[in-house]
Structure formats: structure tokens, C-alpha cells
């Protein structure tokens, strides 16, 4: 059997906020570091056709 007192089930919630955010942070540094990559190669590519 397991106990779960108060404290248990209130910071499951805290750790899986924790958790999520975490994951966005990731996730938007990744999207942000694609989307640069993008537009530097949109921009470098005319440059390379002169």
C-alpha cells in the first residue's frame, strides 16, 4: 500500500509544472534556433547567387 499524505499530492502537481515548463523552455530554444537558421539561410542565399 502506498500512503500518500497531503504534502505527496500537492507537490506531484508542482513537479509536473516543474516538468512542462522545462519542456517549453526546450522546445522554443529549438524552434527559435530553427527559425534562425531559416532566415540566415534565406538571407545568405541571394548573396551566393550574385
Known amino acids: 500500500m502506498v500512503h500518500f499524505s497531503k504534502k505527496n499530492v500537492?507537490?506531484?502537481?508542482?513537479m509536473w509544472e516543474l516538468l512542462q515548463i522545462t519542456?517549453?523552455?526546450?522546445?522554443s530554444k529549438i524552434v527559435g534556433a530553427h527559425t534562425f537558421r531559416k532566415l540566415f539561410l534565406v538571407f545568405?542565399?541571394?548573396?551566393y547567387v550574385k
Open 10 to 14: 500537492i507537490s506531484i502537481p508542482k
Open 44 to 47: 545568405l542565399r541571394p548573396a
Open 23 to 27: 519542456i517549453l523552455r526546450t522546445n
